[in-house]
């Protein structure tokens, strides 16, 4: 919960480890709860003014399959709500 009231506080500016960017799923990032030693992932973009979380997985060092399944599921979300 603390990383999510960080990205608010700090938005773009909430680096690493804290949050990073995703090269293999375009503009997606990961926020990495407890500076990156969290085994969980929250998956988001920034759309306008808002950060969209769109899903939460597996951190890729735990579960690369998981976290990729996680980083697609988020990325068709995110697409989806870019659309309306």
């Not at 608010?8 to 990961?30: I, Q, V």
């Not at 979380?53 to 990729?68: L, Y």
Request: charged residues 35%.
């Amino acid at each position: 919960m603390r990383a999510v009231q960080k990205l608010e506080a700090l938005g773009p500016n909430l680096g690493y480890p804290h949050s990073s960017s995703l090269k293999e799923h375009g503009d997606l990032r990961e926020l990495r709860p407890r500076g990156g030693r969290s085994l969980w992932r929250a998956f988001y973009r920034r759309i306008g003014d808002a950060f969209v979380v769109a899903a939460v997985g597996p951190a890729a060092e735990h579960d690369k399959r998981g976290f990729d399944r996680a980083a697609r599921r988020a990325r068709t979300r995110l697409d989806e709500i870019a659309e309306d």
